[in-house]
Protein backbone atom coordinates (compact mmCIF):
# COMPACT_ATOMS: atom_id res chain seq x y z
CA UNK A 1 0.00 0.00 0.00
CA UNK A 2 0.97 3.27 -1.19
CA UNK A 3 0.90 5.74 1.38
CA UNK A 4 1.69 9.57 0.85
CA UNK A 5 0.50 12.99 1.90
CA UNK A 6 0.18 14.56 -1.64
CA UNK A 7 -2.94 14.72 -3.33
CA UNK A 8 -1.67 13.40 -6.32
CA UNK A 9 1.79 10.80 -6.41
CA UNK A 10 4.23 11.20 -9.94
CA UNK A 11 4.25 9.56 -12.37
CA UNK A 12 0.80 7.13 -11.28
CA UNK A 13 -2.80 8.37 -11.96
CA UNK A 14 -6.03 8.15 -9.95
CA UNK A 15 -8.45 6.18 -11.94
CA UNK A 16 -10.82 5.57 -8.85
CA UNK A 17 -11.29 7.68 -5.63
CA UNK A 18 -13.12 5.06 -3.07
CA UNK A 19 -13.51 7.23 0.03
CA UNK A 20 -11.84 8.71 2.70
CA UNK A 21 -10.28 5.96 5.30
CA UNK A 22 -9.08 6.58 8.85
CA UNK A 23 -7.78 4.79 12.04
CA UNK A 24 -7.44 6.32 15.52
CA UNK A 25 -5.68 5.43 18.76
CA UNK A 26 -6.38 6.27 22.32
CA UNK A 27 -3.63 5.48 24.47
CA UNK A 28 -2.11 5.90 27.58
CA UNK A 29 1.34 4.74 29.41
CA UNK A 30 1.07 3.08 32.87
CA UNK A 31 1.69 4.57 36.16
CA UNK A 32 5.42 4.14 36.73
CA UNK A 33 6.37 5.59 32.78
CA UNK A 34 3.29 8.27 33.59
CA UNK A 35 5.21 9.08 36.57
CA UNK A 36 8.88 9.40 35.20
CA UNK A 37 7.45 11.67 32.34
CA UNK A 38 5.84 13.54 34.59
CA UNK A 39 9.06 14.26 36.84
CA UNK A 40 10.91 15.05 33.33
CA UNK A 41 8.19 17.58 32.49
CA UNK A 42 9.42 19.25 36.02
CA UNK A 43 13.43 19.34 35.64
CA UNK A 44 13.09 19.29 31.70
CA UNK A 45 14.63 17.39 28.73
CA UNK A 46 13.28 14.66 26.42
CA UNK A 47 10.19 12.76 27.16
CA UNK A 48 11.24 8.88 25.97
CA UNK A 49 8.10 7.81 27.59
CA UNK A 50 5.28 10.07 26.13
CA UNK A 51 7.12 9.77 22.24
CA UNK A 52 7.05 5.90 22.85
CA UNK A 53 3.43 6.33 23.38
CA UNK A 54 2.53 8.88 20.26
CA UNK A 55 4.85 6.52 17.98
CA UNK A 56 2.81 3.26 19.09
CA UNK A 57 -0.11 4.97 19.01
CA UNK A 58 0.43 6.83 15.52
CA UNK A 59 1.66 3.34 14.17
CA UNK A 60 -1.67 1.21 14.90
CA UNK A 61 -3.73 4.15 13.97
CA UNK A 62 -1.60 4.40 10.54
CA UNK A 63 -2.07 0.14 10.18
CA UNK A 64 -5.95 0.47 11.11
CA UNK A 65 -6.25 2.96 8.26
CA UNK A 66 -4.22 0.91 6.08
CA UNK A 67 -6.48 -2.10 7.02
CA UNK A 68 -9.77 -0.01 5.80
CA UNK A 69 -8.38 0.76 2.69
CA UNK A 70 -8.09 -2.56 1.62
CA UNK A 71 -11.19 -3.73 2.71
CA UNK A 72 -11.69 -1.73 -0.03
CA UNK A 73 -9.28 -2.32 -2.72
CA UNK A 74 -7.63 0.44 -2.34
CA UNK A 75 -4.20 0.37 -3.70
CA UNK A 76 -3.25 3.63 -2.12
CA UNK A 77 -3.54 6.48 -0.01
CA UNK A 78 -3.72 9.99 -0.92
CA UNK A 79 -3.23 13.81 1.29
CA UNK A 80 -3.10 11.79 4.65
CA UNK A 81 -3.20 13.77 7.85
CA UNK A 82 -2.39 13.78 11.15
CA UNK A 83 -4.54 15.29 14.32
CA UNK A 84 -3.79 14.48 18.18
CA UNK A 85 -5.61 15.37 21.28
CA UNK A 86 -5.83 15.06 24.82
CA UNK A 87 -8.21 13.07 26.71
CA UNK A 88 -6.77 13.21 30.12
CA UNK A 89 -3.38 13.77 31.64
CA UNK A 90 -1.46 11.01 30.17
CA UNK A 91 -3.71 9.56 27.65
CA UNK A 92 -4.25 11.44 24.21
CA UNK A 93 -5.95 9.86 20.79
CA UNK A 94 -3.76 10.04 17.51
CA UNK A 95 -5.91 10.16 14.61
CA UNK A 96 -4.88 9.78 10.94
CA UNK A 97 -7.00 9.85 7.77
CA UNK A 98 -6.92 9.90 3.94
CA UNK A 99 -8.51 9.56 1.32
CA UNK A 100 -8.61 5.63 -0.37
CA UNK A 101 -7.29 5.59 -4.17
CA UNK A 102 -6.85 3.00 -6.68
CA UNK A 103 -3.52 4.36 -8.78
CA UNK A 104 -1.82 2.68 -12.02
CA UNK A 105 1.12 3.48 -14.08
CA UNK A 106 0.31 6.54 -17.08
CA UNK A 107 0.67 4.70 -20.55
Sequence with gaps: ??????????????TR??????G??????????????G????VGGRMKEY???FVESRTAAEKDMIHEAEKLNA???INIRYSTSSITEGASEVL????????????
Design 1 to 14: MLVVNTETIPGLKI
Design 17 to 22: TLGVVK
Design 24 to 37: NRVQAKHIGKDIIG
Design 39 to 42: LRNL
Design 51 to 53: EEM
Design 75 to 77: NAI
Design 96 to 107: VYGTAVQVEPYE
